[in-house]
């Protein structure tokens, strides 16, 4: 299994009190670490509308900037979002051909559906966004092969053209799809592209209810998108790595996973139930096709501070601003198999149990909720220097 850098530039601090310049140096640090260790890529995110969960609305702009400062890295894009009226294809192609010349034929280009805030912010008909990503999935190969291009259909008529720069990878760049469901899963597999499969917080079934399902799209697949099918399996969890359990009690990594979790409904405009379906065990609908969060969450009300769920609970209890015990936090984050939060030892078997499953790439998001830039760091170089050799196939 291949440990790869999930990052969404976040830092956990509205826009009044975010320094863009720090954020962008300390990420900067981050990426030239795991180039340096070995990391088999740097994925980056595409969100807009949340400045404190994600600073990356340009990871296009980002990649090309790690292109120069990185050269082993692969660059990958987790992904950029497919509707044509936020990214129209062709612009898609250019940028991401862009990146793969600077870089010397390095990039992974993963495609989003996107959801919530984003698709009003860009006017999106949600009725669209799925036939859009898999148009988008099948134009880019077709732009990017040589000569001319010409695309007819219902979303896009683009006349016969030729557009550059193209890629330096041949045939061309891999593709991947972002999914967060068993459907989305599968339809990954059914267009033959690489899956992209988050799981924060999640349990082992839930990442193998994913991969089955993958599988079954890629036995149906008869008609690739790209010029060849791209079978790898990757799965994106919160990682956070020290030698010793005390280091990782004083980092408060447990409670900025926390954090991630009770963010990500806001920022993805979806109800709170519908993330704890994930944490519970059970499936759930995507961000883009579950209910939207409409205005400001209530408290959690007294059964919900007291959820048997103890993950939950703590969720309720930090978005109450209640106190938490940090020693209490990791004790529960640690007995979830996909939050990879631990010393070198726990860490070593939660990622081993993860491979067993058949993934192929892990997306380790180390920067996460208001960890300290130093303690990120000091998590890449433990896991590249301690963990990673041993996971190498």
């Not at 976040?10 to 975010?18: E, F, K």
């Not at 692969?74 to 062709?90: C, D, K, M, Q, W």
């Not at 103890?310 to 990791?330: F, M, N, W, Y």
């Amino acid at each position: 299994m291949i440990l790869d850098i999930f990052n969404e530039l976040q830092s956990a601090l509205d826009s009044s009190r975010l320094d863009p310049r720090r954020l962008i140096a300390d990420t900067l640090d981050q990426a030239r670490l795991a180039d340096e260790l070995g990391y088999g890529c740097w994925w980056s995110v595409e969100h807009h509308t949340s400045p404190e969960f994600s600073m990356s609305s340009a990871p296009d702009l980002w990649l090309a900037v790690l292109s120069q400062h990185t050269r082993r890295i692969r660059l990958g894009t987790a992904g950029i979002l497919s509707p044509f009226e936020i990214n129209h294809p062709v612009r898609v192609a250019e940028r991401a051909a862009w990146i793969d010349v600077l870089s010397g034929g390095r990039l992974e280009l993963g495609l989003a559906r996107s959801g919530g805030a984003e698709w009003e912010t860009f006017e999106v008909d949600p009725e669209t966004t799925t036939a859009s990503l898999e148009e988008a999935l099948r134009m880019l190969p077709r732009i990017w092969a040589p000569g001319e291009f010409e695309w007819k259909s219902e979303l896009a008529k683009i006349p016969r053209r030729e557009f550059a720069p193209k890629p330096l990878q041949q045939p061309h760049p891999p593709l991947w799809q972002t999914v967060s469901t068993p459907t989305s899963s599968e339809r990954a597999g059914r267009l033959g592209v690489g899956l992209l499969a988050a799981a924060p917080l999640a349990t082992l079934d839930y990442i193998r209810l994913q991969l089955e399902a993958y599988d079954r799209g890629l036995a149906a697949c008869e008609n690739p998108a790209g010029a060849s099918i791209n079978a790898q399996r990757a799965v994106f969890v919160l990682v956070h790595c020290a030698e010793t359990r005390r280091e990782v009690v004083e980092s408060r990594a447990a409670e900025a996973a926390l954090w991630f979790m009770n963010a990500a409904p806001f920022t993805f405009r979806v109800q709170r139930d519908n993330w704890f379906t994930i944490v519970r065990g059970h499936e759930s609908q995507s961000a883009a096709g579950s209910p939207a969060l409409e205005g400001p969450e209530p408290p959690p009300t007294p059964e919900e501070l007291a959820d048997p769920n103890p993950t939950i609970r703590l969720l309720h209890r930090q978005r109450a601003g209640l106190p938490i015990d940090p020693e209490e936090a990791l004790a529960t984050i640690e007995a979830i198999p996909t939050a990879v939060i631990g010393d070198i030892d726990t860490c070593r078997r939660k990622l081993q149990a993860i491979q067993a499953l058949g993934v192929d790439r892990l997306l380790c998001l180390m920067q996460f909720g208001p960890l300290e830039p130093a303690r990120i760091l000091n998590s890449i170089r433990t896991l590249g220097e301690s963990v990673l050799p041993g996971l190498r196939g």
